[in-house]
Nanobody, 127 residues
Framework: HVQLIESGGGLVQPGGSLKLSCAASRVTPEVQAMGWFREAPGKAREEIACIDRKAGSTVFMDSLKGRVTISRGDAQIMMYLQIVDLTPEDTATYYC????????????????????WGQGTQVTVSA
C-alpha cells in the first residue's frame, strides 16, 4: 500500500516556470509506471507525462512536448514535473499517479490504468 502527495502548486505569472513534486509514502521498487495528469475546469483529465518500466524512458503529451520534463528521485520516493513557459491554459489541478500491476498497455496509451492517485495540487497561471 502506498500514498501519494503532490506539492509545489500555486499562482504563477504567464511565461514563468514551475516544478511540482510527488512524494510516495515509501520506496517503490515494484512500480510499473508513474505519471502526471491535469484537470482544468470543464475539461477532461489528461495525462501530461509518464515514466514506464516497459518504455524504459519518459513519454510526453504531444501538445506539451518541449515544455515539460518528468523525473524520479534515486530513492524511488519522489517524482517531479517541471513546466516552463506557462500560459493561462495551463491552469488546472495537477495529479500524480502510480501503477503497481504489470499491464499489457504502456502509460499514455488508451487502456492503461493507474491504481493510486494523489489528492492534487492547484496551479493557477495569471497576471
Amino acid at each position: 500500500h502506498v500514498q501519494l502527495i503532490e506539492s509545489g502548486g500555486g499562482l504563477v505569472q504567464p511565461g514563468g516556470s514551475l516544478k511540482l513534486s510527488c512524494a510516495a509514502s515509501r520506496v517503490t521498487p515494484e512500480v510499473q509506471a508513474m505519471g502526471w495528469f491535469r484537470e482544468a475546469p470543464g475539461k477532461a483529465r489528461e495525462e501530461i507525462a509518464c515514466i514506464d518500466r516497459k518504455a524504459g524512458s519518459t513519454v510526453f503529451m504531444d501538445s506539451l512536448k518541449g515544455r515539460v520534463t518528468i523525473s524520479r528521485g534515486d530513492a524511488q520516493i519522489m517524482m517531479y514535473l517541471q513546466i516552463v513557459d506557462l500560459t493561462p491554459e495551463d491552469t488546472a489541478t495537477y495529479y500524480c499517479a502510480a501503477n503497481f500491476i504489470p499491464s499489457h498497455y504502456t502509460c499514455m496509451e488508451a487502456g492503461h490504468q493507474y491504481g493510486y492517485w494523489g489528492q492534487g495540487t492547484q496551479v493557477t497561471v495569471s497576471a
